[in-house]
């Protein structure tokens, strides 16, 4: 990717119990699920999003399925913007190639690469093949620990035994002695072999309003090679100048609360797609 290249805006449409939602990323549990905190829960459904989403161009988006119920609306999105969507959540080996028949333009994976917050590399081998390298974006969404960040999956509930570092052991003083492997890995250039794109939320601060991770961002600039959505925190349009300098253009922002079609008072829809339009047309010109 070019120094050169100006962050964008990559839009989502998150899905819980079959509706349109926000909800704050950290509350999630299935343990308690009285406990979750939902900032907002749209009348439109999944297919409008998408249909705005297509009417404005705003390419790269993501649809999350957060549990069970959502496979409806899901398809529905899909089918208002074939090919443009990317699909996450609860994907496998047996539904990734479903998906992709149904118009996602990528299947997200996270929770089935880490049977028992494992890593399996044949479990992400094996999917890449079915879908194919180009087709399949790897979630690394994380939670912080200290200074540093571990790949966080089942609805961000429990934390794996990856590290999201260019370089890392998966040996560590943040888990148990039960979780240590003597391997090494290289974690986003190993990931990046098998996928074409990265979709990293933070889940700490997402749904939160209170602003991005900057740590993580400037490092993400660090560490990928492929293309990378950055969510969680976004709460105003200066947010994506910002990503764009910690990054050098490397990572896009997805904005999710803070946003007026999602119940927000920070952030202007048609602002930011004006926004997106410069820059979609700034990487073009430096790609010609």
Known sequence: MSALRSSLFKPCIDLHNGQVKQIVGGTLSDAAPDALKTNFVASQSAGEFARIYRKHNLEGGHVIKLGAGNDDAALEALSAWPDALQIGGGITDQNAQYWIENHASKVIVTSFLFPNANFSLERLQALSNIVGKDRLVVDVSCRRRGDRWFVAMNKWQDITDMEVSKGMSICDTYLPVSKCSNIFLESLNMLSGYCSEFLVHAADVEGLCQGIDEDLVRRLGE??????????????????????????????????????????????????????????????????
């Open 223 to 288: 560490w990928v090679t492929i293309p990378t959505t950055y969510a969680g925190g976004a709460k105003d349009i200066s947010d994506l100048d910002l990503v764009d300098r910690l990054s050098n253009g490397k990572v896009d922002l997805t904005y999710g609360s803070a946003l007026d079609i999602f119940g927000g008072s920070q952030v202007i829809f048609d602002d930011l797609v004006k926004e997106n339009r410069i820059r979609q047309a700034k990487n073009r010109g430096s790609s010609a």
